[in-house]
């Protein structure tokens, strides 16, 4: 089949553009072909179908658009400060001023007293008499027949591209005569049977209607049927590769469940688990026996006790004879679930290594040559242990702990660090909407831990306002006398470091002198300290050693101090939902009643109220990830950046999660049943992938 039709055309070719302008083009948006310039839709249409009298304007209106003849200009203000006001006179008799404070020039030259105009434009006012600054002017003459829609696309433009006469009007005459010249050439891109299933709009239709609605009856099924197409090939994509994934690489077959397991699970497990850490190692077990690689992210909410649903995988690995590893992003997270592992397993006499940036040379060196060897089948550490140096004898699982630090070369290298990919479990806390896990982690298996272990008491979320902290600090006492601790937390964003550390600083030297020695001793930990020191206090506050840990951000990630009562954020209102959140799951992890106290000042921004708001009502992490969406856009949720999310046109993440739900449930269909797209009526769907070139499916890009 043809790859380059009509569509590729280089747009310098388009009449009217010409190299100059195409390269302004590209410079700005990115546009280099006819099928990009289509693809620019509009973001928004006016309905020009209505004329308004000059006496009807008032402050209500957004835009007018007036029918009238121009009766009078005048050039005012000397050559400082000229402006160009002419007089449009409507139907009715009403006067309005036009008026221009740039480009009169050429307006004046051009502007023809006593011809009749379309005018369309903002009104101003000034001293309650209305005039319509810099309006879009048409001779009635003139209006073309084809741009008579009801409803106008307006297009973005910029600055630049306005020099070179690309505003709306300019992109919407381009596109037009793409659209007139190469209608007959669209092709339809979804199978047939999907189409006339759902009552879709064919893409040509589709395409026209965007631009160039008749009504807006038709505009929303145009933007649907591209909407919908837009999720369709992201789903294809996606859930194509993993079926290919699957079927290009057997996966290590963890065929028994032995003793290790077994005993742990039997003898040394320190609590019952609950039924949702039960489902989930059921499915772990199940993907890692299919013979075929498991790729599986493992969703739950802090506190929901992913560490031992991993200790477990590792055990079922090294019971076949497997090697595996557990990644954390930071030293203190390695660290700790080292411990936490070597302490459970030490009774059953499991050696567990542990690598990281400071493990020292000769260790590093005892513990390369038992991995390479397989003597050592368990491994903790941080990205450490994905360098090269780094080699295994039969490594058959990697879990990857709150994944969304990790970049994809990375994950490509534990990839390769076997010559069957290993089974790879990435674990997040970070509770991601379902649509969004769907396109970020589409072609991973998505397990969830919705439950939290028994007996824990919801974490109080309290509101107060910065006036109130001497009140804050009694209560802090009432908790340390009962033995409990405390952290408080400051901001730390990257722009304002400076401040941030003297808010940090002063913050700690403030509470220092509320909470004096002997009686109180208080930890600080942030990012500027030394691995060391930083683990040092870390592991003071946790032995209980300190009372009250001050801390920027460092601590947000998987940190676990069950005795630890209290959060207080300062600064409340600079921080994300989803990291208000993770912050909050420091505590709460123990038996006693835990509180977390939001700070801030009196001044909220609405955005900031509802983030507030939601924490306090909430500590459910799904419907606080839900709030983030509809909050931030997917832009701005960790891991949508090399995603694809970002590029959708049309759909929207947070508003269009039915429509990709549906999306993702008619491709999973058709793979179901037609799993090579071979059969005719997929033919749209081969023509696809053979048109991007099937180069762009490389499997180490996702997992
Ligand atoms: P996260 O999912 O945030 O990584 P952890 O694995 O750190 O959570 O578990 C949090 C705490 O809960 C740990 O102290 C852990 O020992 C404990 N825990 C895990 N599962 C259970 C359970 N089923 N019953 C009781 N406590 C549990
Ligand atoms: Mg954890």
Redesign the pocket.
Known sequence: MERKGFFDTPIEYLKGVGPSKAAVLNKEFGILTYSDLIQHYPFRYIDRTRFYLISEIGPELQYIQLKGHIVDKQLIGDARKKRLVATLKDERGGHLELVWFQGIKFIDKNLQIGKEYIAFGKPHFFNSKPNLPHPELELVSEVRKEFQTALQPVYSSTEKLKLFFLDSKGFMRLIYSILQQGFSLIQETLPYNVISHYKLMSRKEALVQIHFPTDSKSLQRAQLRLKFEELFFIQLRLLFNKQIKKRLHNGSTFSIVGDLFNSFYKNHL?????NA?KRVVKEIRQDTYSGLQMNRLLQ?????????VALMSMLLAADNGFQSCMMAPTEILATQHYN?ISSLLQPMGIAVGLLTGSTRKKERDKLHEALKNGELKLLVGTHALIEDKVQFENLGLVIIDEQHRFGVEQRAKLWRKNSNPPHILV?T?TPIPRTLAMTLYGDLDVSV?DEL???RKPISTIHKYENNRLRLFGFLKEEIAKGRQVYIVYPLIEESEKMDYLDLMNGFEHISNVFPTPQYRVSIVHGKMKAAEKDMEMERFKRGETHIMVATTVIEV?V?V?NASVMVIENAERFGLSQLHQLR?RVG?GAEQSYCVLMTSHKLSSEAKIRIDTMVRTNDGFEISEMDLKLRGPGDIEGTQQSGVLDLKLADLAKDQQLLIEARKVVEEILTEDPSLIQEKNLNLRLYFQKKGLSEITWEKIS
Do not use: C, H
């Open positions: 320190p609590f019952e688990l609950t850490q739950g909410d802090v506190g929901s006790g992913k560490t031992v936490s674990m806390a831990i272990p028994a007996g998987g676990n069950p799951g992890r």
